[in-house]
């Protein structure tokens, strides 16, 4: 693949020099960090967001609206494909090893499989598994895809196992650079996850909301006038929601009709076949309701 190479300040205006010899003032110039797979014009410039283009797997770094450097990146292959979207850095780990993808040595410290999987592929006796190194990650999805520093094999071309691999001075760089919640976005052919940021937050308030109501006091089952647990029993003390009908052999709600052999509370008289009209309560010492019966047990 042809290098990219851009023109230096001398080969766009070669006769700068004789025609300004000796100007007043320079204004400084971004130092140029460049090889054949990466570049860096950003000096200790913060980056705002990052896009990566699997089709060229390149990824370009900006600074607002000004592009402050580019590098070739290493994506996944087609049976490991990095996804698409638009993703932010939820977690930053200068030292990380994954949990899926690695080398097995046995007792001795011998390679016994490369790029091997712990659970799919045997562990010998006094054996171990090794993850993967991935210096300088940066996550972004919960199911383990991020940045990080790792061969570019075939610059142009995929080599990982999903995440996107960067050389290691441009991780370095990126590292010091990118903050959580920094926006990368990814583009090309990949399964695509959306916008996963706004997901993800939904998924999150989504869970906190059913948390607080699953703490709510007078809920059974983390719903409104609910129906009784599994083993039609109420909990001890606790009283069902008002106007909730009790199923056939479950304690009735407070102000409806008890049900034929509805197992009450703990702390009220079970009445066996007893039927209660509607608006009846029948408690030990408790007078019932003007107009109401109850049987003897």
Known sequence: ??????????????????????????????????????????????????????????????????????????????????????????????????????????????????????????IPAGGRFEGARMPYFMRLTSDGIGLHAGRIPRPGSPASHGCIRMPNKVATLLFERVNLGTKVTITGNGPNYGDYVERQRRARAAEKALAAKKGRPGHQD???GG?????????????????????????GPSGCAGSS???????????????????CVSDPGRASPEGCTSLPS
């Not at 702390?267 to 066996?272: E, F, G, K």
Request: glycine share 10%; hydrophobic share 20%.
């Open 1 to 122: 693949m042809a290098e990219e190479r851009n023109p230096t300040p001398e080969q766009e205006n070669p006769t700068s020099e004789q025609e300004d010899p000796t100007p007043e003032k320079e204004k400084p110039t971004p130092k140029k960090e460049k090889t054949s797979l990466w570049e860096w014009n950003g000096n200790d410039r913060q980056i705002s967001h990052i896009e990566v283009d699997l089709k060229s797997q390149k990824a370009h770094f900006y600074d607002g609206d000004k592009p402050i450097g580019w590098t070739y990146v290493a994506s996944g292959l087609k049976k490991y494909p990095t996804p698409i979207g638009q993703f932010a850095v939820t977690e930053k780990a200068s030292e990380k090893q994954s949990n899926l993808y690695g080398n097995i040595y046995d007792a001795k410290g011998r390679l016994v499989k490369s790029n091997a999987t712990p659970g799919r592929d045997r």
């Open 222 to 224: 983390g719903r409104q």
């Open 227 to 251: 129906a009784g647990l599994p083993d039609q029993t109420s909990n001890p003390g606790r009283i069902n929601q008002p106007g909730c009908a009790g199923p056939s052999g479950c304690a």
């Open 261 to 279: 052999g509805c197992a009450n509370l703990t702390d009220r008289a079970t009445h066996t076949g007893c039927v209660y009209p509607r608006g």
